[in-house]
């Protein structure tokens, strides 16, 4: 059973940086691509950046591209979200995804103005 565990939320003024990290057990970690989404009050939830199983691919959602970095330890079984230059915009719950099915339950990033 893939269990994943999302930390590193929290309130944060616009301009500021956020890590957060994505902690994966009960699978083979390595083996998968792993993506980060979000969602925000009354949105649905959107696509944010992924990163294939070795970690050299990267893809990035037009709107985090140049801000956000995805990142992985296969190491450590942990894939990360770098976020610079945060926006009231970016304010969203933040799942990580492994595979296709599996999902964390999400951590709150709060940008203020």
């Known amino acids: 059973q893939v269990q994943l565990v999302e930390s590193g939320g929290g309130l944060v003024q616009a301009g500021g940086s956020l890590r957060l990290s994505c902690a994966a057990s009960g699978g083979t970690f390595s083996n998968y691509a792993m993506a980060w989404f979000r969602q925000a009050p009354g949105k649905e939830r959107e696509f944010v950046a992924a990163?294939?199983?070795?970690?050299?691919?990267?893809n990035y959602a037009d709107s985090v591209k140049g801000r956000f970095t995805i990142s992985r330890d296969n190491a450590k079984n942990t894939m990360y979200l770098q976020m610079n230059s945060l926006k009231p915009e970016d304010t969203a719950v933040y799942y990580c995804?492994?595979?296709?099915?599996?999902w964390g339950k999400g951590t709150l990033v709060t940008v203020s103005s």
């Open positions: 995804r492994y595979d296709t099915n599996y």
């Open positions: 990163v294939r199983w070795s970690g050299s691919i990267t």
